[in-house]
């Protein structure tokens, strides 16, 4: 079921990658201060490993778009660690990332019910 989810999923994001965006959109309100700020592409994953204490997560993720990378499992560093306590191994979620100070880092990252 995972495979058959990615492939789908990364078959969506090359076509509708911007309409996903819009529609995780709605749970918060507003978003304001994020979008003015150029918000990176929601890139689907599945959760590997979380390790809190090294700030770290492993993803199973589709192709982000703005880093250039195709679909893999990869470690990510996160930005702010409180982002770990959405997520557990084994989660399907959706995720932004960047490349700062040389290091993949997880921005947003939130589950997706399946
Ligand atoms: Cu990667």
Not at 1 to 15: P, Q
Not at 64 to 77: A, E, K, R, Y
Request: glycine share 6%; proline share 6%; hydrophobic share 40%.
């Amino acid at each position: 079921m995972n495979k058959l989810s990615t492939l789908t999923l990364s078959l969506l994001l090359s076509v509708a990658g911007p309409a996903l965006a819009h529609e995780t959109g709605s749970a918060h309100g507003h978003d304001a201060a994020a979008s003015s700020k150029a918000a990176k592409p929601l890139v689907e994953a599945v959760v590997r490993t979380v390790d809190k204490s090294a700030k770290k997560i492993t993803l199973r993720h589709g192709e982000i778009p703005n880093l250039d990378m195709g679909p893999m499992t990869m470690v990510f560093q996160v930005q702010d660690p409180a982002l770990l306590d959405k997520v557990k191994p084994g989660d399907n979620v959706r995720f932004t990332a960047d490349q700062i100070k040389g290091a993949y880092t997880v921005l947003t990252i939130e589950p997706v019910q399946k």
